[in-house]
């Protein structure tokens, strides 16, 4: 069959990679694409929210499968768009309807969700324009460090830990008043701040059956020893050491089965990834957000680890038949170290020349494009997070130091990498 994957990051790329093994894939395709994923299938010149080009693109190329992988065309209806069309409703496609997808798109949304399925978090309240002088009162009176998140969708900058009560009043001012995060911030949730390690579980749900796939934790911090500004993921680790039988089996009583009921209880359709974010506080897991697909850079470590077909698993979830599929891992360590470029997550400049590029033709030693494009003759930088190392090994130690090894032998103007992934589990 043919299919079609949307998206241009290291997250597609890990995709295109793994669905390009399956006998079951005939024609693969990317939207847009990146100079990566052109080594898997052929990349396609259209905008992940260009609906009307996508569909007629998917008709004319006799697209049976489609896989979605950012966010933003979830949320704005993609899969609505699709199904509600008579000349696409056959296609399948793995994600989430808009209104299910607000689980990502709406911060309130996703409490409210967890708050009405008893399903663990920590305590908040929501505000708008209308209650503003509320909100300050509320932060006057709350403890410290306060949490505060624009509600919509901010390119993973929306989430601001204060450590005092006049800064989160300037943020809160500043958010709601001052559109610091355009609409996104036209309502905040101020939530009281989890303490613990994070880390991530993901399940693939069919509406009904689910079946859970390696948990990852990433590293958003710029700098060494997790410090310096938020970015979109720095690396990643999978599996994660603290995971446990123990642990393992109260994420999914608790968390897990509760949230796909929900999506049975509350009516919604959702067929596709289900990414929850956890804060583990003595062994108790708590929900921090949900996303509506699959993480990156979590992706570059978890799909690699992955033994089964992965055609396979994404058409039983297309046709309500998880229940069939038993998902079977790597149980050795995978690391991903990130190389981004000079000033991320600030400004940063395109179009750098990368030269020592390498093949995946070796399955311990992996290199997946996030942010590049080709030109006539050279691969070259076309955004923040450039490259994705992932190397397998026995040890996080010893599989970090392969990744960072891999990212060492390429190059590109202002290339830059954290040296410390995986860290505080390298002993």
């Known amino acids: 069959m043919n299919i079609l994957i949307i998206g241009s990051g290291g997250r597609e790329h890990s995709f295109a990679w793994k669905i390009k093994q399956s006998q079951l894939c005939d024609k693969l395709f990317i939207a847009p694409g990146n100079a990566g994923t052109a080594s898997c299938g052929s990349n396609i010149a259209i905008g992940i929210n260009d609906f009307e080009a996508l569909a007629k693109f998917s008709l004319k190329n006799e697209i049976k499968l489609i896989l979605v992988g950012p966010e933003e065309p979830l949320v704005k209806g993609i899969v609505d768009f699709f199904k509600n069309n008579e000349a696409t409703k056959n296609i399948k ?11 990502e798109g709406s911060k309130a949304y996703s409490k409210n969700f967890m708050q009405r399925h008893n399903i663990p978090t920590a305590g908040y309240k929501e505000f708008t324009t209308s209650n503003f002088e509320e909100g300050m009162q509320y932060i006057q009176n709350h403890s410290l460090p306060i949490v505060l998140k624009a509600d919509g969708l901010a390119a993973g900058k929306g989430v601001l830990i204060c450590m005092s009560v006049e800064d989160a009043k300037v943020e809160f001012e500043l958010m709601l008043l001052q559109k610091k995060f355009g609409e996104a911030s036209s309502k905040v949730v101020i939530e009281e701040f989890l303490q613990g390690i994070e880390m991530s579980v993901f399940a693939l749900t069919d509406g009904k059956n689910y079946v859970l796939l390696p948990e990852a934790k990433d590293y958003k911090r710029i700098g060494e020893g997790d410090t310096g500004l938020n970015t979109g ?113 600030s400004e940063y400049k395109k179009g750098e020349i990368i030269t020592g590029l390498m093949e995946n033709t070796n399955n311990d030693n992996l290199l997946f494009h996030a942010g590049t494009s080709q030109n006539e003759n050279d691969v070259i930088t076309n955004g923040g997070r450039v490259l994705v190392a992932v190397s397998f090994a026995k040890t996080v130690r010893e599989a970090a130091a392969n990744s960072g090894a891999t990212l060492q032998n390429l190059h590109f103007e202002g290339i830059y990498f954290r040296r410390d992934i995986g860290y505080e589990f390298a002993d």
């Open 93 to 103: 496609i793995i994600g989430p309807t808009a209104e299910a997808a607000q689980l």
């Open 233 to 345: 993921g720095m690396g990643a680790v999978s599996p994660v050491p603290i995971m446990n039988d123990v642990l393992k089996e109260s994420i999914i009583n608790k968390i897990v089965k509760p949230t796909i009921k929900g999506f049975e209880k509350d009516g919604l359709d959702y067929k596709g990834f289900v990414f929850i974010g956890l804060m583990i506080n003595n062994n108790e897991p708590f929900v921090i957000e949900y996303n509506c697909r699959m993480g990156d850079p979590e992706t570059e470590v978890i799909i690699p680890r992955i033994k089964n077909d992965f055609v396979e698993i994404l058409l039983a979830t297309a046709n309500e038949q998880l229940d069939t599929i038993k998902i079977e891992t790597d149980n050795r360590q995978a690391v991903a170290t990130v190389a981004v470029s000079a000033g991320y997550p």
